[in-house]
């Protein structure tokens, strides 16, 4: 008789029970054909978790395929825990975005949290040091009680979690829109540095060598969580508060270390982070990429408390743990490194020939399953989409109060400067931060060395929903732009694509249209896909979230030294480049005047992107230009208002544009500081005004003026987040 009281197969046929762990009736046919008998419940939770939305990317796998994910720097790519990219000099950079969006739904501190050292491990499983933390966050409003409860636990869960292990957050971007409400979007970045013959990938091979488990013992924390993350959130969703999991940064900085010291050893066979569906995702996914089977002994697993089942132990996703292959005989060197960094670890299985997952608890089998199948056979679903019909309403921008809109703007939380958040994160912990968050992408020192990494994260929802095919490529060239604007070569990308249920027909054809927008802007930008995550079912009570594809985008710099002085200086000339249009679809003078996106026209032009990018990195690094700022949300206006409250300078700028033109959001547009006494050579720009000593920001057209003392301009700007959070009925 069984040690553990689970259902029997009876049972869950007569409950239909597969269901509730997340397999149709279709896929657990499939489960039984590829078994040739009927599951138990074990092999059930597994199947359940191997093939969701989460792990196995059943619904948006085709899409994936566009992606272009080699390139002249591309040493390794999507299938591994992260993407790596070469620098120079046997370097490479490795770096990967993840989501963690319905956990920090339903417990935001521990969701965040956790979302920021699972990614840090998968860094740190290829062999890497971080060197970077990024995160994208989307809201509803925060004039509504729960959403600030959202945005207050995951900015603190963040902060938490990596000021205590040391990783400084360097940039990142934040959004509020109702379309978020209840429903928040949590995705973590991480980027690390590595040398190229330290590069590690999870395989499990070699017959006989040991398995070990290392970290936190597991508990019944996060049971289920992969399956909950493909999900739609609904009132149900509070019961399933158990499945967000529990982060420890203290253990977190351990575990880093020692793995770090662990890849070091050259009987290393295979490491990967026990991540989403834990024990599970990474023992048969190494044994799958090893083209072996593998045993894993249950009753040697660490455990929290007595009495946890396998099927509990096998779909735990309690944090902090890692997974590693050894060769055999050389166990106990790595035991020992573990217990010296005061952690938790055992041998629990070894590599087989025989490509089956045999899971035993004191010799009784709970699982046997063929390792391809699982892994690789997810069942993959193209369906039909249909692009919903929109009620273009008749917007017009002709008569706006400049002023009015101005103001509006600079107080709204999207806007608004977002120091609420970056202060609560360490920014420069460990010494290598050259650029802060708060006005361009982040860089930091590789250490020991003139280089350095630039890095962003970008998404433009509001433009994906007015134009899917068109605002797929806006958000990736938005990343390029970021880079470029600190002289930044983009070398490659990561992404997250938060979506609602694919299986609405509108949803559906935003992922099948937006992806195909990314995956040209890719190829034109050179900037190829290396790592990614994708999430679903983002949708709250049946109302799906916006599209909301998210880019992680990094970039090299080969020699710091003109940063030394990267910084506007009053009598500085300042241009606008680029044409600006009346480009209003899913802008935010759209949303502040309107609110609803109007679907109107627009489009971007990658050729001139990357002529023009080419063209101003080359001027930033040659000396000329003190300052670079991608026009974005808010258009002119806002971009020089960032520029004037972040170096406390005054502008006195004349724009040629009209009076909503200052506030377009048209596409690859810089607006470009030159250094007195310099001069550039970069086509359409447009000489528009000065840096001053006044502490006055004055800009104006033909017919209207926004003029403030700068300090009262940023005080508006860095307390508008404040205001908001600030209780009220």
């Known amino acids: 008789m069984s040690k553990f009281l689970e259902p029997s197969i009876e049972e869950i046929e007569k409950e239909y029970l597969y269901r509730d762990m997340g397999l149709t009736d279709e896929e657990y046919q499939k489960v039984v054909s590829i078994l040739g008998r009927k599951p138990n419940f074990t092999e059930i939770g597994i199947f359940s978790v191997m093939w969701s939305e989460h792990c196995s990317y059943k619904h948006s796998k085709p899409f994936l395929k566009q992606f272009p994910t080699s390139g002249e720097h591309v040493l390794m790519g999507p299938g591994e825990g992260a993407g790596v990219v070469d620098i120079g000099d046997n370097q490479a950079v490795v770096f990967k975005v993840e989501s963690h969006n319905h956990p920090s739904a339903i417990e935001p501190y521990q969701g965040a949290a956790t979302g920021v050292g699972g ?99 597991t508990g019944r924390d996060g ?64 044994a799958a990429k090893g083209e072996s089977g593998i045993h894993l002994h249950l009753e040697k697993v660490p455990t929290r408390e007595k009495g946890i089942s396998p099927y509990e132990m096998m779909l735990s996703e309690t944090q902090e743990r890692m997974l590693l292959v050894v060769e055999k005989g050389t166990e106990q060197k790595f035991l020992d490194l573990f217990e010296h960094h005061e952690l938790d670890s055992a041998v629990i299985g070894e590599v087989t020939d025989t490509n089956r997952f045999v899971l035993s608890y004191e010799d009784e089998i709970y699982a046997d399953i063929p390792v391809e199948p699982l892994a690789d056979e997810a069942p993959v679903y193209i369906l039909e989409g249909e692009a919903k019909e929109f009620d273009q309403n008749d917007n017009q921008y002709d008569e706006i109060n400049v002023e009015e809109v101005f103001q509006k703007l600079i107080n709204h939380p999207t806007i608004a400067s977002k120091h609420y958040a970056y202060d609560q994160y360490d920014q420069q912990v460990g010494a290598n931060t050259i650029i802060k968050p708060g006005i361009s992408a982040g860089v930091v020192r590789v250490e020991g060395t003139n280089k350095a990494i630039a890095s962003t994260i970008d998404g433009e929802a509001r433009y994906v929903y007015n134009n899917p095919y068109e605002g797929g490529k806006m958000v990736v060239a938005e990343a390029y732009r970021n880079l470029i604007s600190v002289g930044a070569k983009p070398l490659a990308m990561t992404d997250c694509l938060n979506y609602g249920s694919p299986e609405k027909k509108d949803i559906y054809q935003q992922l099948a249209d937006s992806t195909k927008g990314m995956a040209e802007a890719c190829d034109a930008l050179n900037t190829p896909v290396v790592s990614g995550n994708v999430s679903l079912y ?99 206006a806002i971009g020089l208002a960032k520029i004037a409250t972040h170096f406390n300078l005054g502008l006195d700028v004349t724009l040629p544009v009209t009076n909503a033109q200052i506030f377009s959001e048209t596409q690859g547009r810089y607006i470009v500081v030159v250094k007195e006494g310099q001069s550039i050579d970069i086509d359409d720009a447009v000489e528009i005004g000065r840096v001053t000593d006044n502490a006055q920001f004055t800009i104006k057209n033909d017919a209207a003026q926004i003029k403030y003392n700068v300090s009262d301009l940023n005080e508006q700007l860095k307390g508008a987040i404040a205001q908001c959070m600030i209780s009220r009925v």
């Open 119 to 217: 990614i840090i491990r998968d860094i740190v499983s290829i062999g890497a040091r971080p060197i970077s933390l990024l995160n994208s966050l989307r809201f509803g409003e925060l004039s509504n009680k729960t959403n600030r409860r959202l945005f207050s636990g995951v900015v603190k869960g963040i902060g938490g979690y990596g000021n205590c292990i040391g990783i400084p957050t360097v940039a990142g971007e934040i959004e509020f829109d109702e379309k978020y409400d209840g429903n928040p979007l949590v995705n973590a970045m991480c980027v690390g540095i590595i040398d190229h013959d330290k590069i590690q990938k999870g395989t499990a091979k070699g017959i006989g060598n040991p398995v070990i488990y290392v970290g936190l013992k």
């Open 223 to 286: 049971i289920h969580g992969a399956t909950f993350a493909s999900e739609e959130l609904s009132e149900a969703s509070e019961s399933k508060r158990p499945s967000v999991q529990i982060g420890d940064p203290f253990v977190g900085k351990k575990l880093m270390e020692a793995t770090l010291k662990a890849i070091t050893y050259p009987e290393l066979v295979g490491i990967q982070d026990m991540g989403a569906a834990g024990l599970t995702s990474s023992s048969s996914e190494m």
């Open 538 to 636: 983002n949708e709250t009570k049946g109302t799906s979230i916006f599209p909301t594809p998210v880019v992680g985008m990094v970039g090299l710099i080969e020699d710091v030294t003109y940063l030394n002085d990267y910084q506007p200086q009053v009598n500085d000339r300042v241009f606008i480049v680029g044409e600006t249009k009346d480009d209003f679809g899913g802008s935010q003078i759209e949303k502040v005047l309107f609110k609803e996106v109007n679907h109107e026209p627009s489009s971007i032009d990658l050729s001139t992107e990357v002529k023009r990018g080419e063209q101003i990195k080359d001027a930033i690094r040659s000396g000329k230009i003190s300052h670079t700022q991608a026009v974005g949300k808010g258009g002119l």
